[in-house]
């Protein structure tokens, strides 16, 4: 069977599918071998680096003292 080919991440389609298969995926109703099924590896990877991403608890940086990020080049 070949695997559905889903970016998840960038779905404008209206299409409901890749945002319930991510959901599925985030809430444990989806093993990692069943998301490279459903969505092919190379969007099952950024699924899982996200889903990582989201697990991890944000950096408590301070902001820089010399920088105007929002300043012009």
Do not use: F, W
């Not at 998840?8 to 299409?15: L, R, Y």
């Not at 409901?16 to 809430?27: C, E, H």
């Not at 990877?45 to 989201?54: A, P």
């Amino acid at each position: 069977m070949q695997p559905l080919e889903i970016d998840c991440a960038t779905d404008d389609s209206g299409n409901p599918l890749p945002k319930a298969i991510a959901t599925a995926y985030y809430n444990a109703g989806l093993t990692g071998e069943q998301l490279i099924v459903l969505v092919g590896a190379k969007s099952a990877k950024r699924l899982h680096l996200l889903n990582m991403d989201l697990e991890d608890e944000p950096l408590d940086l301070a902001a820089p003292d010399d920088i105007d990020v929002y300043g012009g080049a």
